[in-house]
């Protein structure tokens, strides 16, 4: 998948409201913003309803995790082979509810890229964004952990953990796309991530947990 910036990827987590037939309401909307407005968006369905929405919604969808196996004889774990087959078109990798070893992300990316699937790896701060990104992953979250599901957006709350990374980022490589989450709830955070150079949002609670998803959507694309 082409991350074209800038971008908003939608992290459907484990919550009731983005799980099984309400995940699936929630990705039709998410596929009626996208096709109306025409923005580059992902979304990332729980493991359990990925393979449904990627039949039944006609936009990029990403898993939330993967695990560094080949297909065989391991129960309970993810291989980027079944992600490939669900019609994904990349994974998160390493997000802070989720987190893997540096070896195993390193393992992540070449092992996704080979079945031509995306990586977003997720970091906590600049020193391991920097760490990651001499690994080459097509794209970075940075998500200071605390602000997450704090309604406290990063790119007002902390700016400079976001226009540092992307700085840092950028030395090591240009091609890497640099996104920031935690706390992103409205266009006005995205209009501040963007200005920081960010080259667009992660985020969850703001949308799955909203009155009016699409509304929030609507918002988010306006800062764009
Ligand atoms: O992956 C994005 C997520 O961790 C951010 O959570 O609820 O603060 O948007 P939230």
């Not at 406290?152 to 226009?163: L, R």
């Not at 995205?190 to 009016?212: C, M, N, P, T, W």
């Amino acid at each position: 998948m082409n991350l074209e910036p800038p971008m908003i990827a939608l992290n459907m987590k484990a919550y009731r409201e983005s799980s099984g037939e309400n995940g699936l309401k929630l990705a039709k909307i998410c596929e009626e913003v996208f096709e109306e407005n025409g923005v580059c968006m992902v979304i990332c369905p729980q493991q359990t309803d990925l393979s449904l929405v990627c039949r039944k919604v006609s936009m990029p969808c990403f898993s939330q995790h993967v695990d560094p196996i080949d297909v065989g004889s391991y129960t309970g774990w993810v291989s980027a082979e079944a992600i490939k087959n669900s019609g994904a078109e990349g994974s998160l990798i390493n997000h802070s509810e989720h987190r893997i070893r540096i070896s195993e992300i390193d393992i992540l990316i070449d092992k996704l890229r080979s079945f031509g699937l995306s990586s977003m790896v997720c970091t906590n701060n600049e020193a391991v964004s920097k760490a990651v990104a001499e690994l080459k992953p097509d794209a970075i979250a940075i998500e200071p952990p605390k602000l997450i599901g704090s309604g406290i957006s990063v790119s007002t709350a902390e700016p400079e953990i976001v226009s540092d990374t992307v700085d840092a980022v950028r030395r090591i490589d240009k091609g890497i796309k640099v996104l920031c989450g935690a706390g992103i709830s409205n266009g006005k955070d995205v209009r501040s991530a963007i200005e920081l150079g960010a080259d667009g949002v992660l985020l969850a609670s703001g949308v799955v947990k909203a009155k009016d998803p699409k509304e929030v959507l609507l918002d988010l694309i306006s800062g764009i």
